[in-house]
């Protein structure tokens, strides 16, 4: 639900009662995953999206009710085969949303006001919901900083905040969206509680390397993506404002030694178009090492087979090598730069959301992937996402 924080937190602090009506679990194919989140304010505006339409009209009046009773509700949308007007998803899933009112009397709108003020900022920050519990506790928040310092909280024993911090932390650093379940006491073999935590973090970078036409139309279509975008070229008469006008940042440097002195995590691309080696080779040599989501880099096969010589001859090990995503992009037939930035974007999205990169029509692959617990499946249950 924070990627609503702008409007809401206007709406806070113009004084506006809120009602937020948040998915936050998923049985089976759903039109929007854990987080996606409805709003409605106490003059009748409504912003976001639960389903894209299939039970939005009881949600909304779900949150109505919740801004005149200020009653916490856990509602279960999903197929009823005994009743064929019952409203539910056309996709045969099922969804739970929790409605939570934030109004005046709201003994946590203090802690909603700063979740919000932080994601709204820009700043890492998040926010975990009881979603299972006994009544008095539904809808709880407590907020949760990169420090581990923590706001708001539950009546009880100090550990069971403590705990809930430190599971929403683990959450936070990870940039993930998700639940957890804890005893009463606060201790982890216990699931009298569920909480649903939604993370903010800092939108990914994505770094350009070669400002060609080809950069330029990725730029546009990263932004489109949500990605804080920078091109770096060692080239001043082309890495220009004029060029680039929706790039973030602008760099002017040897490709290797910006990406050596800049920050780097692992939600962050990196995309190899200049295809001179040159500049490739020192570049790749660097990225390759380095642990982000993505390398990509673009030239031809023959390009391709003559970079990774050089490669090979830098030192790189084959499994290093293995990491890098050449020719870039998924095979689209695209030509112009539009089409081939919509193909570099496919791809890095299919190795994101662990996509095929198939066409669904006549495949029975999942139309809704869920990366972060195939990833948590095959590598065990303390697995970093």
Known sequence: MLDLADALHRWLAEGRDVAVATVVAVDGSAPRGPGAAL??????????????????????????QALQDGQVVLERFGPDPEDAFAVGLTCGGAIEVLVTPI??????????????????????????????????LLGRPLLVHPDGSYEGGFDGPAALNRAVADETRALLDAGRTGTFALAESGARCGSALTLFVASSVPPPRMIIFGAVD????????????????????????????????????????????????????????????????????????????????????????????????RLREAGLTAREL????????????????????????????????????????????????????RRSDQAGPHAAA
């Open 322 to 373: 293995a990491r890098l995503r050449s020719p870039i992009g998924l095979d689209l037939g695209a030509r112009t730069p539009e089409e081939t930035a919509l193909s570099i974007a496919a791809e890095i999205i299919a190795i994101r959301q662990g996509g095929t990169g198939v066409p669904l029509t006549g495949s029975r692959t999942p139309i809704h992937h869920d990366a972060h617990q």
């Open 103 to 136: 109004r005046a009397d709201t003994p946590g709108r203090q802690v909603w006001a700063a979740a919000l003020a932080a994601a709204a900022g820009g700043a890492a920050a998040a926010l975990a919901l009881v979603t299972r519990g006994p009544a008095e």
């Open 39 to 64: 709003a409605v304010d106490s003059q009748g505006t409504v912003i976001g999206s639960v389903s894209g339409g299939c039970v939005e009209a009881a949600v909304h009046d779900l949150c109505a």
């Open 214 to 309: 080809f950069a330029a139309a990725l730029v546009r279509t990263a932004k489109l993506l949500g990605y804080h975008v920078t091109v770096c070229d060692a080239r001043p008469v082309f890495a220009t404002r004029a060029r680039f006008p929706e790039a973030d940042d602008l760099v002017v440097d040897w490709p290797h030694r910006y990406l050596r002195r800049t920050e780097t995590d692992g939600r962050t691309v990196l995309c190899v178009l200049t295809h001179d080696a040159k500049f490739d080779v020192p570049l790749l040599t660097v990225a390759l090492r380095l642990p982000v989501a993505f390398v990509g880099a673009m030239g031809s096969r023959r390009t391709h087979e003559d970079r990774n010589r």
